[in-house]
């Protein structure tokens, strides 16, 4: 198959290109020649998405299917369906399973788990990607297929605060400070590997039973937040001294965190993951966090560069703390 990756090279999106170079698929990565992952196999486009007029090499091709891992707007998604329409068999958008209904009113997510998330503009963005991508379809055929991720994590810490692409919680945790965990830590919450995730996405290149078809793809295993982070704690060979603080008052304190605890890790999530496992026979996550975790902080601590303390982020925490107690 000939594959396009709009992207290819980021936290999920790298192991995937990896996959499918191994499974033999011709790939091509879209992308501004800026990220230093090197994916062998894959060819390269150098050219900005964003700038259509300028992909004159983009535009000679024709291709089986299409990613893009970097759409966040329905004027993202305009911009593929003009570049696109008639030149891919399959178009797969990345989109976030904090799409689905906040707060859930069942807790066990499926596809059909209706998409509403009014407190957070990434999860709205998202949303209103998947509507014009499902009028597309139903209205001329262009040939979607959804994928919904859900905290899915190579190269950064899958946490509420301070994490991800910062290390502002490790390093607490290595200096003996005091961390944050939301609520009381007992809420359930699933984290993915990216290469676990890899296995199902990858599954999905040109299955022609996919199309018109959304998909989540997450770990099956469960844990909670007082474990998620007692296992990253384990990981750095620390003990965290954490402090439990309410969703509500963390976010009135400092609201900027509203959209990754409110709009998406303030409530237990469970997901149903039948659906893939049905259109991808065989698909199953084997890396558990107290693993993938281990090889996070081992990649972070071989490479320093990428261990970002926020200065802003770090001034939060301190303030929410700070008025926690009363000082």
């Given at each position: 198959?000939?594959?396009?990756?709009?992207?290819?090279?980021?936290?999920?999106s790298t192991p995937?290109?990896?996959?499918?170079?191994?499974?033999?698929?011709?790939?091509?990565?879209?992308?501004?020649?800026?990220?230093?992952?090197?994916?062998?196999?894959?060819?390269?486009?150098?050219?900005?998405?964003?700038?259509?007029?300028?992909?004159?090499?983009?535009?000679?091709?024709?291709?089986?299917?299409?990613?893009?891992?970097i759409a966040f707007t329905p004027d993202d998604i305009e911009r593929d369906?003009?570049?696109?329409?008639?030149?891919?068999?399959?178009?797969?958008?990345?989109?976030?399973?904090?799409?689905?209904?906040?707060?859930?009113?069942?807790?066990?997510?499926?596809e059909s788990t209706p998409l509403h998330n009014n407190l957070w503009d990434y999860s709205q963005g998202k949303i209103q990607c998947e509507d014009r991508l499902q009028k597309a379809y139903r209205e001329e055929g262009f040939p979607i297929t959804i994928v919904r991720p859900s905290l899915t994590y190579d190269t950064v810490i899958p946490i509420a605060i301070g994490g991800f692409n910062k290390f502002n919680t490790a390093q607490r945790i290595l200096d003996g400070k005091e961390i944050i965990i939301h609520g009381d830590g007992t809420s359930l919450w699933t984290v993915t590997h990216s290469d676990d995730f890899a296995k199902g996405f990858v599954g999905l290149l040109g299955l022609q039973t996919a199309i018109g078809h959304a998909f989540h793809i997450t770990s099956d295993e469960v844990l909670t937040w007082n474990m998620i982070y007692k296992i990253l704690a384990d990981a750095l060979g620390e003990e965290a001294k954490v402090v439990h603080i309410a969703s509500d008052f963390i976010c009135k304190i400092e609201p900027s965190f509203t959209g990754t605890l409110l709009a998406d890790k303030a409530e237990s999530v469970l997901f149903d993951n039948t659906k893939i496992k049905t259109f991808v026979p065989g698909f199953k996550a084997t890396i558990p966090f107290s693993e993938g975790i281990k090889r996070t902080i081992k990649w972070l601590l071989e490479n320093p560069e990428h261990q970002n303390i926020d200065e802003e982020t770090e001034a939060k925490i301190e303030n929410v703390l700070k008025v926690y107690k009363g000082l």
């Amino acid at each position: 198959m000939k594959v396009l990756f709009i992207g290819g090279t980021g936290n999920i999106s790298t192991p995937s290109s990896r996959l499918a170079v191994a499974k033999g698929m011709d790939l091509y990565l879209l992308n501004r020649g800026k990220a230093k992952v090197e994916i062998e196999g894959a060819h390269s486009i150098i050219g900005d998405i964003n700038k259509p007029h300028e992909l004159t090499e983009l535009k000679k091709h024709e291709w089986d299917v299409v990613v893009n891992w970097i759409a966040f707007t329905p004027d993202d998604i305009e911009r593929d369906i003009e570049l696109f329409k008639g030149k891919t068999k399959q178009y797969i958008f990345i989109s976030s399973a904090s799409c689905y209904q906040t707060p859930l009113s069942y807790p066990v997510i499926i596809e059909s788990t209706p998409l509403h998330n009014n407190l957070w503009d990434y999860s709205q963005g998202k949303i209103q990607c998947e509507d014009r991508l499902q009028k597309a379809y139903r209205e001329e055929g262009f040939p979607i297929t959804i994928v919904r991720p859900s905290l899915t994590y190579d190269t950064v810490i899958p946490i509420a605060i301070g994490g991800f692409n910062k290390f502002n919680t490790a390093q607490r945790i290595l200096d003996g400070k005091e961390i944050i965990i939301h609520g009381d830590g007992t809420s359930l919450w699933t984290v993915t590997h990216s290469d676990d995730f890899a296995k199902g996405f990858v599954g999905l290149l040109g299955l022609q039973t996919a199309i018109g078809h959304a998909f989540h793809i997450t770990s099956d295993e469960v844990l909670t937040w007082n474990m998620i982070y007692k296992i990253l704690a384990d990981a750095l060979g620390e003990e965290a001294k954490v402090v439990h603080i309410a969703s509500d008052f963390i976010c009135k304190i400092e609201p900027s965190f509203t959209g990754t605890l409110l709009a998406d890790k303030a409530e237990s999530v469970l997901f149903d993951n039948t659906k893939i496992k049905t259109f991808v026979p065989g698909f199953k996550a084997t890396i558990p966090f107290s693993e993938g975790i281990k090889r996070t902080i081992k990649w972070l601590l071989e490479n320093p560069e990428h261990q970002n303390i926020d200065e802003e982020t770090e001034a939060k925490i301190e303030n929410v703390l700070k008025v926690y107690k009363g000082l």
